[in-house]
């Protein structure tokens, strides 16, 4: 699979492309005669390397670096993309100005909103470099910041171009974040596992945690990105704007954003994928203490985490969990749809109050 399309009622949205390398975006960069780039700091010698190829093109030379951004939660704020608005003002950019996101899921969202809000809207497209961004948050369109203390509380739904995603840019991953954007691919394959990538992911995963990330793995890796990718794709097709089936990609999220303000509140050090990770394991254990699971599944996610490298425990208790959880944007009137897990392969949405969810974990020992 070397392209997938995201279409709404036959109209293609967005588009994303799989690769070997960075350089193989060239082509789809080579109709736009201003592209932009913004990049993770920790990735300007992709975004170098890029403005140099783009140079070397013939009729080429259509690159140039805008700026590159820090990146953290903390920072993912409306001054870094008020700070990238200034800098396509100064660069003059203009409704037929590209605005390229290299970077992880800090970088294509805040890019992505300052791409969608900037003159009403100039055309952005990502250039992924981590796998939670590869898997899911370069693709759907989601963009935005956090304000105050919670998470993506102000942005757009808005599509990207396209997305070029290619596994070269994880080989300078750290592992913990390679690690953390596992929980998304594997997310992906509870909520849609008609290619049975499940295990398929868990033993490439361990394989990986084992000896590193090796180019033997990439084929393999870039199959298991591109299969998440489609599902999400899918997904979003169907329902851009969240009103049904897109809710499911939300699954381990509702614990996860609260695991995510309180360690922002807190300055513990947790990411958005160990996050999801934990989510994730509470919600199989809310879906069992509801009997809704298939028997020892919780058990089961919990051992594969174990075997990729992702975190089981969770960090703080259920009774502050739940005031968050209660703010979350997607609460109403206290009630949130939970997303649950049947089995591997088969999730399903159920709104519930906060409370009640937070009094079955609590009296299950699930936390
Ligand atoms: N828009 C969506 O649909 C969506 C979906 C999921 C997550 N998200 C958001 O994505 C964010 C998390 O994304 P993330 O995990 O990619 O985090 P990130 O952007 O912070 O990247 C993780 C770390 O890796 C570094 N990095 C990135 N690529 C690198 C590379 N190739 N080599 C070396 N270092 C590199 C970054 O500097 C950072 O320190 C969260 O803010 C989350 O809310 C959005």
Redesign the pocket.
Known sequence: MDEITIQENGQTLSRVYFGRDVAGVLPHLAAFRNVLLVC????LPYANALVDASAGQPGGGNCRLLCSVR?S?AG?NMDTVLGICCRLLEADADRDALLLAI???????MAGFAASIYKRGIRFAFLP??L??QV??AI?G??GINFLEY??MIGVIRQPVFTWTCTE??R???RR?FV??SA?LLKTFLIDNATDSYADAVSLLARIRQEGLQPVHEPQLLRLIAQAAAVKAGIVGRDQFEHGERRLLNLGHTFAHAIESLALHRHVDI???EAVAMGILLAARLSEALSLAEPGLSERLAEDWKTCGLPVDIPFPITEMRSVMTKDKKAEGGKVHFILIRKIGAVCSRELEVSQAADLLANNNAI
């Open positions: 993770d700091e920790e990735v990146t939660e993912k970077g992880g899921g800090i970088t294509t969202d470099t981590t939670l961004a899911d948050a759907g989601k963009t998470k993506n840019v994880l300078t991953l750290p974040d953390a954007g998304e990411c958005h994928g």
